[in-house]
């Protein structure tokens, strides 16, 4: 937890270790940060201060050394010779923050055809799948390993399932993209979790979590490697069934085991229906909550519920509340009739009532040009043209595939149905596509927009990423994609069924927006009426 209250900007500030000056959050700067969690902490033999140590020296006597040999020598030196100067550390220089990376410390290197830096490294060597030789069959089941207390120094480098797992992760990264980052945080997991490994041991999620995430690795990748070896089984706790005892909790037990039962087959299905969406699944048990919770304190079963307890709940509801509340009570007490748990449906013959919609109006130019402005980035921009020229959804936006784009035909399939692509639009997609390739040219995600966690995976970017450049703005995403509706049906006439066609809108919802265009064009008749009078 932060010492500073929320909002507050730290000053500039010195290191505790290093004793550099410059802008960091907390105690220390992110390169002492970075070196206190991999050394032990003692007293110095330079400055006797009490300090992380690498080679009985901190971090700051380290600097100093590596800046002497520096000036000594004319050029930067390798770390052994650093090591050698390290005694003869009498003072320090002060510094700003950031003027001492190790990158630039040994000398550089020049390769064949005028590159320069260090040589890359090259692929491990091919390796399959351990033979299984005999072995001494264990007496017990397989005991759970606390990885927590392997010490990363004193890792097997020379096993072979170890090997084989290198060989694998450098082939994943290969076909992914990843960063020399990333190989080395797989690697370096790989080295903890496969430590004393022998054939026939399953690595459980649960053991590895923990420990690797307080080693700052990278924890779903190497969990992709270990599934690619065919020895890790997931044992995490679903979240859903987290969220799924936080809602029961509360309820008495005979209708919190009715209530879970009706959940469980709105999300995996039944004899007679099918799986719900998991968005469905919890609003609906959002909305029996409240009235389970108050039944609960005079009741222990559904059966006991009668049509007047629903009605009176029902009084203190409005709007769609209301109507949301009583089509979940409906879904359950539906569902407990048929599986024999109540003789009445006490929710029958109560109407949800005819759901009032408004008109719909569309956005101010100014509105839309704060939008515009807002979009910046050459992925905010293509996010805003396809919902605002295409009236694509957040989620719709997020699924699309690049084989979904035809540049050839300028053609754009958005949700199984191909849209003809405008000016703008094939602008935008090429200056997107050409920042793609150069951010990341190696990336094996074939999702049209992908970021910084995604580019590494085939995963699709999250919806709250898709509406972040918009959010907060008075033309959102979803204004956008309405707005682009309401002007078709006020452009070419208030038709339900063009906009169904055109957008592949549900009839009540193409209906809807030719009731509101209607509206629009006879206010907009009247008060051109009531002028020229």
């Known amino acids: 937890m932060s010492r500073y209250p929320k909002g507050y900007r730290k000053p500039t500030d010195s290191c505790d270790s290093c004793l550099a000056w410059g802008d960091f959050s907390g105690r220390l700067c992110p390169a002492c940060y970075m070196f206190g969690r991999s050394h032990e902490t003692a007293v110095c033999v330079g400055c006797r201060r009490t300090q992380p140590l690498k080679w009985d020296y901190c971090r700051l006597c380290w600097c100093q050394a590596r800046l002497h040999a520096k000036v000594t020598a004319g050029r930067p030196l390798a770390e052994a010779d650093v090591r050698d100067r390290l005694n003869a550390v009498r003072h320090h220089q002060l510094f700003f923050m950031g003027l001492h990376y190790r990158r630039g410390s040994a000398p550089v290197i020049a390769r064949r055809g005028g590159g320069r830096g260090a040589i890359r490294k090259p692929p ?111 044992d995490s706790e679903p979240s859903f069934e987290r969220w799924l005892s936080e809602r029961l909790d509360g309820l008495a037990p005979g209708i919190a085991a009715e209530a879970e039962r009706w959940t469980r087959v709105l999300r995996d299905g039944g004899l007679r229906s099918l799986p719900r969406r998991q968005s469905t699944v919890w609003l609906y048990l959002n909305g ?103 009236a694509a959804r957040v989620a719709q936006i997020a699924t699309l595939m690049v084989d979904d784009l035809d540049i050839g035909n300028r053609r754009l399939t958005i949700a199984g149905r191909a849209r003809p692509l405008d000016d703008l639009t094939t602008n935008l997609l090429l200056d997107w596509l050409e920042h793609r390739r150069r951010r990341w040219p190696s990336t ?90």
């Open 124 to 234: 491990p060597a091919p390796a399959w799948r351990p033979s299984a030789d005999w072995r001494q069959l264990p007496l017990f089941g397989q005991i759970p390993r606390d990885y927590g207390r392997l010490d990363p120094a004193t890792v097997d480098l020379a096993s072979p399932w170890l090997a084989w797992a290198k060989y694998l992760a450098y082939q994943l990264a290969e076909a992914r993209g990843w960063g020399r980052g990333i190989r080395f945080a797989v690697n370096r997991g790989l080295a903890v979790v496969l430590t004393g490994y022998v054939e026939g041991d399953v690595i459980h999620h649960s053991e590895i979590f923990t420990p690797l995430r307080a080693l700052d690795l990278r924890v779903g990748h190497v969990i992709t490697v270990l599934e690619e070896l065919g020895i890790f089984l997931d």
């Open 288 to 390: 029996v909550r409240p009235a389970l919770l108050g039944w609960s304190d005079r009741y222990d079963h559904l059966r006991e519920v009668t049509r007047q307890d629903v009605l009176t709940h029902l009084k203190t509801l409005h709007g769609h509340h209301r109507r949301d509340q009583l089509g979940a009570l409906r879904s359950l007490f539906a569902w407990a009739k048929r599986s024999g748990l109540i003789f009445r449906n006490p929710t029958s013959r109560i109407k949800v009532g005819q759901n009032e919609y408004g008109v719909l109006q569309p956005l101010a130019p100014g509105q839309i040009d704060r939008s515009v402005a807002a979009a910046t980035t050459p992925a905010a921009r293509l996010i805003l043209a396809l919902a605002a020229v295409h």
């Open 444 to 533: 094996a995600n074939l999702h049209l927009l992908i970021n910084n966690q995604t580019a590494t995976k085939t995963s699709r970017a999250s919806n709250h990423w898709i509406s972040a450049t918009l959010r907060g703005q008075d033309a959102t995403l979803e204004r956008l994609r309405v707005d682009r509706q309401l002007e078709e049906a006020l452009t070419h006439g208030p038709d339900p069924l063009h906009l169904a066609e055109v957008f592949g809108l549900d009839e009540k919802t193409a209906m809807r927006y030719a009731d509101s265009a209607r509206a629009l064009l006879e206010q907009a008749a009247e008060q051109t009426c009531e002028g020229r009078q």
